[in-house]
């Protein structure tokens, strides 16, 4: 099998009309799957939405982070801008044409009308339900099966990595998915080794790539005074 990889890809169509693009760290494309790659090393999370948090320029959010309806004591003339009224939506970004809740019922177990105290993505799920959704819009587009990977650097010490293997992160977004296996996790550590059991003739360069994924986690640690 073949493989076509693009690092730092987004959408060209835009299709979830996106203000501010995400952007998958590597996108692996093979004959009968779209893989979207979402790398993490030393950050403590994944992003969150920014909606609940005070705009820089009017100082008041513009979500109150729950999934109902509200208006945005900030921005309200830009929906007018938009022709959406503001009570039609009770997500923000929705208001603002952004289309993530026209896929979300299709591959979570959320519907569009049901109201949540808070919104499950105010958290760090957004950013990986972000990432799943556009899997969706490939899907749609190329007729291959879409799914998400996300790849961390694996140390107790590592924030990312405690969400990943102690307080169950990935489990719990997956628990929300209609279809579980459209989302994955692997430590870089995890995965050298099972390229190195079915690559043997590259072990030289596993190892080599194994030492410096630990050189990294040893140098992220000193610079944050991390034991």
Partial sequence: KTYKITFEWADPQNKLHEIRQTQIDCLLEGDSINLLIECKFTEPSAGSCSRPLKDKEYGLPRCNGNYELQANPSKDALFDFFGVPSAEHRCSLSREGIRYWDYIPVLFSFGNFQEMRPC????????IMRNIVLSRVLEERTGKRGAVLVCYAHHPSLGFSRAVREDGFIDRIQDTLLDRSRLHAI????????????NPSASRELRALADW???KIQSAKDRKGLK
Avoid: A, K
């Avoid at 430590?187 to 079915?198: E, F, K, P, V």
């Fill in 120 to 127: 499950p993505f105010r958290g760090s799920s957004y950013q």
């Fill in 187 to 198: 430590s870089y550590q995890g995965l050298l080794r099972i390229l190195g059991h079915t």
């Fill in 213 to 215: 994924v630990e050189q």
